[in-house]
């Protein structure tokens, strides 16, 4: 990674300066959580509603700096498929630990609070088994002996709130 000339040599600043924009992480965040791994899926399913220049923009930035792999879909030519890097898979402690903050400071949307809250009551134990989940899914590499999965928990807990957020028209 090139950093350009002047810039602090500071462990946070360094961090910053890969993953600091506001849409790198949440790119970051739907691959990682929603399990979206293509251009559209990331483009249509974000509920902050990134804009398709910005995407494509960030896409790019992200697999040239290492966090995303890119590579052809072998189900359609047209498309490719994102996956996380190891060093995109080792923000999981960082993203939970922001998304901590949020739940305890600001005012969340429970349907998107939930898998938080379930990363945050697994604590440790659940963060490492989600991470081996996604060297597995994302890096091909075997699910530890006993492996319990968590990206499934996540959906399930995401579906079962927002089911009850959603009301019936009078």
Not at 126 to 143: Q, Y
Request: proline residues 8%; charged residues 25%.
């Amino acid at each position: 990674m090139d950093i350009s000339p002047g810039r602090s040599g500071c462990p946070i600043n360094l961090t910053l300066e890969v993953i600091g924009d506001r849409w790198s992480l949440i790119i970051i965040r739907d691959i990682m959580f929603g399990n979206r791994r293509h251009y559209r899926e990331l483009l249509s399913a974000s509920e902050e509603r990134i804009a398709s220049n910005i995407l494509a923009n960030r896409l790019k930035r992200l697999v040239a700096l290492g966090i995303l792999s890119r590579r052809d879909d072998p189900s359609h030519r047209q498309k490719a498929v994102y996956s996380l890097t190891d060093r995109g898979i080792d923000l999981v402690p960082l993203l939970v630990e922001m998304g901590a903050w949020g739940r305890r400071h600001l005012p969340t949307t429970p349907a998107l609070a939930i898998r938080q809250q379930v990363m945050e009551e697994g604590g440790p134990a659940l963060v490492g088994d989600f991470m081996a989940e996604l060297r597995h899914l994302h890096l091909g590499a075997p699910l530890p002996p006993g492996h319990c999965p968590v990206l499934p928990r996540l959906t399930a807990a995401f579906e079962r709130v927002a089911a009850r957020s959603v009301r019936p028209a009078p």
